[in-house]
Each structure stands twice: as C-alpha cells, then as structure tokens.
C-alpha cells in the first residue's frame, strides 16, 4: 500500500503555474492563480463564463503574457510570447472555434505552417505520416478529405492532430464538447481517454458538471478570477459541491424594490423548438408565461439556448416548433417588425454587432424602431429635425456622454453605446421586454442605473424577461426565476436560492431536486 | 518582457524613427474628408506626371493640353458636359447600389438595355413619327429607365432569393446586354446592313443648346442637351431619397449593419430587389440620354465604359449625389481629352492612378498617423 501511495506522489508535474497575475481594464482576469497539471491525467477546468478559464489557458499557450507569475513546465521555467513558443516545449491549444483552411486537404491543413516540407509538397508521403499517427492515437482520419467535407466532430480530430503532430505532450481543450453532438461526444472522451494512456496530459476546460464528473482525474475550480479548490480529486464530488464552488454564495445586495403586482399574461411560448447557428438543437420544448409588471429571470450557463430564446421571441431566428403568443397573436416565425408592432423591445447582447449600426449617427440609431411613426415620418419622408430634437431629448434624459446626437456611435464608450440601446428599447414603452445581459461591461454605477430602468418599466407594467449570467444581478432584480440548461428549462426558483439555481444550472430537474430533499427530510 | 524588447530593439535598428498607426478615436471634421480627396487627386497628378516625364512627354504641356481640350473654350467645355451627362447618371446609379453595400457592377449592361428599350419606342414603334417631342421624351425616358430597372431586377431578385453574388452576375449580364444589342442592331433594326439603326426623326432627339441657336447666337454650334438637366434633377431626387426618406434611412442602416436592421424589423430582400432596380433605372437613363441626345440612332459603340466609369466616379464622390455631379465633369474631360492626347491612353492612366490614390486616401481618414521618435516613446 505504502509504495504505491509513494509512486503516486511522485508523479511527475508536466506544468506548474504559480501566483499567475492578469489585469484587463478594469477587470483582474487572473488573481494569483496556481496550477498543476500532472503527467497522463486529464484536468478539468471549471467555472463560470469570465470565471478566468480561458485566461489562464491563453497564458499557458503563449497568447497572453501573464503580469507576473512563473510557468514551469516539466520543471524548466520558461516564458512563452507567442504561441509558437508554446508549441516548442510541447503545449498546444485547442480552441472552441476551429483554425482550418475549409478547402483545403486534412493533410495540408496539419502541414500549414511548419517548416517542412519546404518547397515540394510530397503529400502522399505526409498522407502516410498523418494516417499513422492518427492510428497511434485512436483519431481515424482520411487525410486526403478536404476540412468543408468534415463534420465538426471530426474536425476538432485534425485539430487534435495537428497540435499532436507538433509535438504536443500537453492538450488544453477550450470547451470542446460546446459544438458537438452527443454521440461525438463519447468519440472524443473515448479519444482524450486513449491519449493519457499514451503518456500526453489533458486540460479539459468544462462548465458542464456531468461532462467534467465522467471524464477528469482531478479538478481546479476557479471563480472570479480566484481559485476556489485547486488540483482536488474528481472521485467523490457531488454535482452540489461543484455548483456551490462554482457558482458560490455571495451576500446579495438589495435593490430598493417594490413588491410586484403582476398582471395580465403578455407573452406565452409553448413547446419552442429551435437550431442554433450550427444546426444543432438549442432549444428543446421551451414553456413559460412572463405576465405584466414582472421581472422573469433566465439563469443558465452562457450557451445553453438563452441567445437563441431571445432571438426567437424578437423574430430574428427560424422556429421549427411551437408558439410564441404575444397579446394574443402567434408571431412565431414573422419577422422583427410583427414583435415591433406588439411593442416587443430588445436589448440584445451584442450590442456593436446587432443593437447599433456604427457608421450612423446617435440620432439616426435611436429611431430604428419609430421612424416610421409621427412626428419623425411625415409620409415616405423624414422629418430629420424632430428626429433630431428626439435625439436630445433621449440623449439629456439618459445620460448619453456625446458631443453631438450626429456623431457616428461607433465614436461612443461601451457604457454610452448600451445608453443609446436602452434610451430606445425603453422610451419605446414597451409591453414586453427581452434584457440579456443589460448590464455585461458596465461599471458600477451605470450598473445600478440601468437596473433602475429595468424596475422602473416593470413597475409601469412592462413584462421583462431578464437574461443574464450574473446570479447576483438576476436574484436581486427578478421576481421569479427560471433556469434553462441545454435548451430545457429545468425549473422555476422564486425564493433567489443560490444553491439550487446553481444544481438547475448544471443539468438537475426541479422534481429530482425535491426528490432528493424528501429523501434527506426522511 | 525580455523578448519584447529585444522584438523592439531589432526594430529599432533600421530607423531613427518609427510610424504610428491609430485608428481615429474622434470624429474628423466635415472638410476633413474633401481636402484629402482633393490631396489624392493632386497627389495622382504628380505621379502621372513622373509616368509622363519616364514616357518622354512633357507633363506640364500635357496637363495644359488636357485643361484646354476640355474647358478652354464655351465650345469644348459644352462637350465635356455632354460626357459627363451619362457619367452622372451612372455615378448616380452606383451611388445608391453602393449606399447598402450591393456591388452593382453592371450598370454598363443597364445603360445598354436603357439605350435598347429607349430606342424600341422609335424602332418598333411605339409611337408614331409625328409624335410631339414632349411626348417621346417622356415615353423614351420612361422606356430607357424600365429597361434598366428589369435589368436590375434579375441580378436582385438571384441576390435575395438564391444568394447569389452580384458581383458576378451583374458583370456576366454586362456581356448580354452587348451581345442582345449587337443582335438587333446587326439583324432586326440595321440600316442596309450596317451595324447600326436608322436616324431617329428630329422629334425623339433630346433638345440641345444649338437648337436654340437661330435666337440665341451664343448657344450656335454647342451640343449640350436636355440630359444635363435631368441628370441634376436625378441628382436631386436621389440626394431627397438617401438623406430625406424613410426609403434612404433603411438603405443606409442595411448598408452599414445588416443585422442591426433585420433586429429593427426592415425586410432586406425586398429591399436589395428596390435598389437594384432604382439601380438600373438610373444607369438606364444614361443610355436613354446618349441615346437620344447625342448618337440618335442605336448602334453598337455607344459608350466607351461610362458604366465602369460609373464606378470610379461615385467612388470619388463618396456615394455623394451632388459631389457626383463635379466628379462627373472631370472625368468628362478627361474622356474627351482622350480624343485630343495622343497617344489616347493617358487620360485612362490618369483615371486609374487618380482612383488608386483615393481609395488609399481613405486610410488618412480612418487612421491617425504619427511619427514618433525613437527613445521618445518609452
């Protein structure tokens, strides 16, 4: 017992980061983190979205440069400043989002980049190589397939060889199961799985508990820029420890809020199907009513369904099933303007590349939605000075810090840019709102008046549905809660319990939630 | 840190000094963007000129050649006018395509199906030879626009509805437009076998200065025609469409954020199908206007590339209705200096270094450059 025990302890540490600092304006990304990575196992990296994952990981593949902090790897300190460097001493990064040539072959696309072959391609030989590596490591792969013929699962395989063919011993994979079916899903386990066998070392990041529980050795969590458990055993976590060290508890700070006095239900979905911009499903049956003066909040890990719920609803996304009943009328399936007529707002989440237009002037992005109302249209024609005097009159009453209402938006700061979103969406006066992440790289202050607004039109009888990944913010202004996971929703929280808001999030149903008290009860 | 600088040090070597690039933060003033475009045309002079000086010529001669074959006289200028009618039209027509970012490249084939349905109210016809003058105008101006408008219509409804580049089809479709022309006029309306039409009769002829000759001497001899005054009447409705209308609201904001204007409910499609149409008709007026004002028959060599030039020229006066009316006049002349430079191509040199100099222009306007120093910037 003993000698294994000590055998275990030796195990030798491929990478050692310590007390690694990253500051972004006015965020600090990475607060002291530390990390191991041992030879042949595969470490999950948990948390929520801006928790600092990815931070971390680009510091270790040589994309960021850390403000202080050593990285050691296999006990060499080293100091990476470009990925190049990174891939030399054996670390290679696999990103969400693929870096491949479509028309080009599997084999080119491993080959891009490196210095041989130098001149004479010499595919065939190549071809060779790279089906015999991927032999080696369990990743089939026709090497003469061009990457468009490709299906994505199988795509992430050449990027797992191409980082292997350069002599990878260390593969960091960014969420890697956020663009695969469930069936490729298993693949690439069964894949990563062969790998650590083969000696090579896998980070795995995940906010996905069942994924992380099945498939890692050991855990980091990380929260806010700060590790919350460092190198733990994945072995006898339960998804509640997970969530709790993920999402964890935070004193909630009290909004001066008035009780809400719903009314008559503005907006009904029934059984919503829809795809998301990859074709895999994103929503699966989607059900609830938002009634008027309510704040509903949608609580869910980022990439669960709740950008493509909110384009359904503003008519911006094909839907393949269901209702969307607005005051009465199905306007599933109509375009923006159906929703606009029913005074459906929408402040979307990308603001530069969906909310604004950048190029045009403030005025002319405040009456996107009510230019073709009076005063500002008179007959097919604008009437460019009131449109202009509505401007200021948004401008003053909202804070907007701009010269002029013509100066182009993209001139404007990420704060005032949401202040143009906002001062239209809402001094359209809407029946029905969709706020996702109103509040998302703000600071404090404009936080706190932009939260006004939201209760402000809740109280003049707006139904809002709130989207947001900011527990704290979602608690405090909402009413009641639901919380979507994979295109579900898994059930309603109205008393703001962290914890089980935190379980609903990582895949767990409200009735094996209440099965799981009564059992404790009993 | 160890390897950044020593990156910086290496750079450091080559120059004293390093240029900076930054993107303007702040908005430029409104003269801002004239007096570069003003500076890229001298800029493109000078650099014909040293073209020019390699080719042997003399540029100073050359320049004031130039300048007075096209406006050293009432009598010339009157013909730099007349270039420049169809070259406003099409800018016009570019103008507006581009506004929403749709690539328009075939008003060269929407001048000609203009040109051919205008002349089919004559060749058919539709209206009698002893018509009123007025009345063929109109009819000829209606026909010509409608022309090209359905010419517009193909490469826009294949854009909505199939996605397909308009790039390419609205280039493809410039070859049709030749080659049906070229068939009527060699096997339909061809007069004894030349390639050409009949002469329109007197009534179908847009009315020109010299036509008021016999009362005002002044105007004896000069071709200026009833176009150019269309042309700035275009000019105007499509200044009152893109700034003025709610039409021109939706076509900027499609034109610089497809998203942001499918968020605010506006149906694109349709609209790429409008605008390829508004397109063409205004490409289609210019081939009604050469047509009827200065050639007055069809016939196969009607236009030297206005469409193309069309381009060039609301390029140059950056989608602006009115800046497409001055542009137009100057590259009027340098088309009609083509007749009197030999050898013919320098005119065309100078187009193409004047459009290369401002589209590079365009980065002074985006970027703020700065030279720094070396050791001032720590």
Known sequence: MNSTSDLQQQVRKVVEMKAIVKRFPGVLASDRVDFELQEGEIHALLGENGAGKSTLMNILAGLYKADSGSIKVNGKLVTFSSPKDAIAAGIGMIHQHFMLVPSQTVTENILLGLSKPRFIMDLKNYDQKIIELGEKFGLPVDPKAKIWQLSVGEQQRVEILKMLYRGANVLIMDEPTAVLAPQEIDILFSTLKNMVAMGKSVIFISHKLHEVQKISDRLTVLRKGKITAGGVSAEGKSRADLARLMVGREVIFSLDKKLSIPGKVVLRIEDVHCLNDKNLKALNGVEFEVRSGEIVGLAGVAGNGQKELADVLTGLRHCLEGKIIIQGENIANMDAKAGIRHGVSHIPEDRTHVGTAPNLSVTDNVIMKNYTKKPIARGWMLDNPSADKYARELKDLYDIVVPSVNTPVRLLSGGNLQRVILAREISSEPTFMVAMQPTRGLDVGAIEGVQKLLLLQRDAGAAILLISEELEELISLSDRIFVIYEGEIMGEVTDGDVEKIGLMMTGTRQEQLEKMEAQYEN | ??????????????????????????????????????????????????????????????????????????????????????????????????????????????????????????????????????????????????????????????????????????????????????????????????????????????????????????????????????????????????????????????????????????????????????????????????????????????????????????????LNPFAVIFVSILFGALILAGREIQPSGVPKMIQGVILVCLIASDFLIRYRISIVRQGAEA
């Open chain 2, 1 to 318: 840190m160890k390897t950044d600088s020593a990156g910086n040090l290496r750079r450091r070597t080559i120059l004293p000094f390093r240029i900076k690039f930054e993107e303007r933060i702040s908005d430029v003033p409104k003269w801002y963007p004239f007096m570069i475009s003003f500076g890229a045309v001298v800029v493109a002079l000078l650099i014909g000129a040293i073209i020019l000086l390699l080719g042997g010529g003399n540029p100073w001669l050359t320049y004031a050649h130039i300048a007075r074959a096209s406006f050293g006289s009432i009598g010339v200028f009157s013909d730099t006018l007349v270039k420049a009618i169809p070259l406003i039209f099409v800018g016009l027509a570019c103008s507006v395509a581009f506004r929403m970012k749709l690539w328009n490249i075939g008003a060269e084939g929407q001048f000609f199906m203009g040109a051919f349905a205008a002349s089919a109210v004559v060749l058919i016809p539709i209206l009698p030879e002893t018509a009123p003058k007025w009345l063929f105008i109109i009819v000829m101006a209606a026909a010509g626009m409608l022309g090209g408008a359905l010419y517009g219509f193909i490469p826009g409804i294949l854009k909505a509805r199939f996605n397909v580049n308009e790039v390419i089809s609205t280039l493809m479709l410039n070859y049709i437009a030749v080659a049906w022309n070229n068939y009527f006029i060699f096997a339909i309306w061809t007069e004894a076998g030349f390639q050409m039409t009949k002469v329109f009769p007197q009534n179908a002829w847009l009315p020109r200065l010299t036509d008021l000759g016999s009362e005002i001497p002044f105007f004896r001899g000069l071709t200026t025609h009833f176009g150019l005054v269309l042309a700035v009447i275009a000019a105007i409705i499509v200044w009152l469409i893109l700034y003025k209308s709610r039409w021109g609201y939706e076509i900027r904001l499609i034109g610089d954020n497809p998203k942001a204007a499918t968020y605010a409910g506006i149906p694109i499609k349709k609209h790429i199908v409008w605008v390829m149409m508004l397109s063409g008709a205004l490409a289609g007026m210019a081939g009604m206007s050469e047509i009827s004002g200065v050639v007055h028959r069809l016939q196969g060599a009607i236009s030297p590339g206005y469409g193309f030039t069309g381009i060039i020229v609301a390029w140059l006066a950056k």
